[in-house]
């Protein structure tokens, strides 16, 4: 998500310090919204009336149609459209615009910045206010960069006992050890580090990496030998593009992709076998990187083990010294899967195992190294658990620290515990009685030593694992 409040506050500084204090202030009767729309307005195109300016503000090609906007993805017009969208996007729509400028009509005229007629068919007349004169540098201020993404600081457990409370298992300990490896950094950058260049290559190299993929891809037991065989299924389809002067289509001998690219096919024809080589041709010759998305989680692991496999494949080839798949290392695949539904995923993996083997413990399934549902931490619990820590409870970003008890403390074992009661500190025996504590909520009874409970904390396992399973990638291009 884009944070459009630290953005309108920075763009707030580029007018006076006076002059920003009256705009907040006026910000209680005017809508910024509608007056920087009217300036998009102005910028694109001063002829066109203010009520015809909402298709602007939803991130739709209408103004490239319609000519007003013309140009490469550099072009100042198409930049201050792209930024202005995530201010404007509430304005999208024709009635809302229109309502919202009928009520911007109704203030005061020392307010506002623009006036037009109350048709609002005619265009807007651009007018010197008597408050925040210079607001409209701070509009273009705002036009001139997208927002910043909304992001939040994590905190990393540290080591020693900690409490995490959960719905079905009560209140429960855990002691994090010392000898932990260091998080792994796995931030990446929120902002594109350069403009993609468009995807122009020859048709006939992508024959030549379906032959090398064809080469490196044995179908496994009991898999057909044709959904392995890529330069068969490549030559089985023929690829034709949308020649602009005629309007018709002809038969590709090179394959542009510059922009959004629909390909279009009665099913079977090769729209995925299409999508995976130019996936492959695009990682492993180019040095490219690639997102894939999908339509469910059991493609995604699918089409992941087999990049995967194509990988594995290519290395035993650069080992023996086969110069033709250098590169090709770089075809690291990596499903991204939400961790809230990864316990049904995992069932329906064994689901469908099932039909090879009855006992789950027999199942063997390269998917299952992006679907464990095993918590690092359920080993480290207090004596309190009686069984398996439930994935749905795994404290990943829920742990409250909890300070060591002053020596000397005698405190009294207690094996009663309330129903959603905070347990004790499992070495003392002491009860915390209560509902879920908050910093400076807790009760202690009588004889048992003070716990604080401060902010929760992140599970230093959560993020070690995810570093390595998910985030931690080699270097160079990937795939996934």
Excluded at 5 to 20: G, K
Excluded at 312 to 335: F, M, Q, S
Excluded at 355 to 366: E, K, R, Y
Excluded at 390 to 405: F, K, T
Aim: charged share 25%; hydrophobic share 35%; with cysteine.
């Amino acid at each position: 998500m884009r944070n459009l409040r630290n953005h309108l506050r920075d763009a707030l500084s580029a007018i006076p310090a006076a002059e920003a204090a009256e705009y907040d202030d006026l910000r209680k009767r005017l809508d910024y919204t509608v007056e920087l729309g009217l300036r998009v307005i102005e910028l694109v195109s001063p002829q066109l009336a203010p009520i015809d300016g909402w298709p602007l503000f939803g991130g739709y090609p209408f103004s490239r149609a319609r000519g007003l906007v013309a140009g490469g993805p550099d072009d100042r017009l198409r930049r201050i459209l792209r930024a202005a969208r995530y201010h404007l996007e509430s304005m999208h729509r024709r009635e809302v615009w229109r309502s919202a400028l009928l009520r911007y009509r109704h203030l005061p005229e020392r307010d506002r910045a623009y006036d037009f007629a109350e048709s609002l068919a005619w265009p807007a007349v651009r007018k010197q206010p008597s408050l925040a004169a210079h607001r409209l540098e701070m509009y273009d201020a705002l036009l001139s960069s997208a927002p910043p993404f909304t992001t939040s600081r994590i905190t990393i457990a540290d080591p020693g006992p900690h409490l995490f409370h959960g719905r079905t298992i009560g209140a429960q300990h855990i002691t994090i050890p010392e000898d932990l490896p260091p998080p792994v950094n796995s931030r990446l950058p929120l902002e594109p580090q350069h403009l993609q260049e468009p995807f122009n290559q020859p048709v006939e190299s992508l024959r030549q990496t379906a032959k090398k993929m064809a080469e490196l891809d044995q179908p496994n037991q009991g898999q057909s030998k044709a959904l392995t065989d890529w330069e068969s299924r490549y030559l089985g389809m023929q690829l034709s593009t949308l020649d602009e002067e005629s309007g018709r289509f002809a038969k590709a001998d090179r394959l542009v992709v510059d922009g959004l690219l629909n390909l279009i096919g009665i099913p079977g024809v090769g729209k995925s076998t299409l999508r995976d080589i130019l996936a492959t041709h695009a990682v492993a010759e180019l040095g490219q990187r690639v997102v894939l998305v999908v339509g469910d989680v059991a493609e995604a692991l699918r089409v992941a083990q087999g990049f995967n496999k194509l990988r594995e494949a290519a290395d035993r080839k650069i080992e023996e010294g086969v110069k033709a798949y250098t590169g090709w290392d770089r075809l690291h695949a990596i499903p991204l899967i939400g961790a809230s539904t990864r316990d049904q995923h995992t069932r329906r993996l064994h689901r469908r195992l099932r039909q090879v083997s009855p006992l789950p413990l027999l199942h063997q399934d390269a998917a299952f190294a992006y679907l464990s549902t095993a918590c690092p931490l359920s080993a480290l619990r207090g004596a309190e658990a009686d069984g398996p820590l439930p994935y749905q409870e795994a404290p990943c970003q829920s742990l409250i620290p909890l300070d060591h008890p002053p020596k000397g403390a005698n405190p009294r074992p207690t094996s009663r515990r309330r129903s959603g009661s905070p347990g004790g500190d499992v070495r003392s025996g002491a009860t915390v009685r209560g509902t879920m504590p908050h910093e400076g909520s807790a009760r202690r009874p009588s004889g048992s030593p003070l716990l604080r409970l401060s902010r929760s904390r992140r599970c230093p396992f959560s993020r070690t694992l995810n570093a390595s399973a998910t985030w931690s990638w080699p270097a160079g291009p990937q795939t996934y």
